[in-house]
Nanobody
Framework: QVQLAQSGGGLVQAGGSLRLSCAASTRAFSTYYMGWFRQAPGKEREFVAAISWGGSTTGYADSVKGRFTVSRDNAKNTVYLQMNSLKPEDTAVYSC????????????????????WGQGTQVTVSS
């Protein structure tokens, strides 16, 4: 069982920045690929970014490409989502998720590939 504890988030003006963190309870963190998803009111959960457990592969939704950066520190069992140039349409509840793979380069864009989820954190961007 893997527990994911999120921190960060909050209220920021458009154009501002926030960093989300997600700390995993497992010592095997370095064998999990990690993803970030978000869900806005009245909308389905959508993929934001992902990183392989080796860190060599990352993926981003088109809507955040060039503005968001996903990274990880396996020594700290933590994955990060740095969000810059935030827009009001980025307002949502953001959740991190962990999935296992035998390959260091694997990532996934699908919620169904992730077995463990963080509690979610609210990000609100005001115009």
């Amino acid at each position: 069982q893997v527990q994911l504890a999120q921190s960060g988030g909050g209220l920021v003006q458009a154009g501002g920045s926030l960093r989300l963190s997600c700390a995993a309870s497992t010592r095997a963190f370095s064998t999990y690929y990690m993803g970030w998803f978000r869900q806005a009111p009245g909308k389905e959960r959508e993929f934001v970014a992902a990183i392989s457990w080796g860190g060599s592969t990352t993926g981003y939704a088109d809507s955040v490409k060039g503005r968001f950066t996903v990274s990880r520190d396996n020594a700290k069992n933590t994955v990060y989502l740095q969000m810059n140039s935030l827009k009001p349409e980025d307002t949502a509840v953001y959740s991190c998720a962990a999935g296992s793979s035998s390959y260091s380069y694997t990532i996934s864009y699908s919620t169904r590939s992730y077995a463990y989820w963080g509690q979610g954190t609210q990000v609100t961007v005001s115009s």
